[in-house]
């Protein structure tokens, strides 16, 4: 393979190390799990289920209609938007590597 292409894919795979981790670090930052809302008492209250030790553990957040609940769905929804851009990441880079690898024979 040419030597320039060969740079090429090298710098574009540190790039994608540097913008996955940088992916990592804003999930790391942002709640797991998943929010649900149950009725009590004619009430709606906000959930937040993570899964612990093997376990589900429901942790109470507020009313539904509180401003608590909105903020953690609407960081919830953003961590799962990062989560399927690191995917995509890692699709990238191990397609990457195998064009390196291809690259080197």
Request: net charge positive; proline share 2%.
């Amino acid at each position: 393979m040419h030597p320039d292409l060969t740079e090429l894919l090298l710098k574009h795979r540190s790039a994608l190390e540097l913008q996955l981790a940088a992916y990592e670090i804003e999930i790391m930052k942002l709640p797991a799990g998943s929010c649900s809302v149950v009725r009590k008492g004619g009430h709606e209250y906000a959930y937040l289920t993570v899964h612990r030790d093997g376990k589900k553990a429901r942790n109470y957040v507020g009313r539904a209609d509180g401003d608590e609940a909105f903020t953690l769905s609407n960081r919830i929804r953003v961590r799962r938007q990062l989560e399927g851009l690191a995917r995509e990441c890692r699709v990238d880079l191990a397609k990457l590597e195998r064009m390196l690898r291809i690259a080197q024979k």
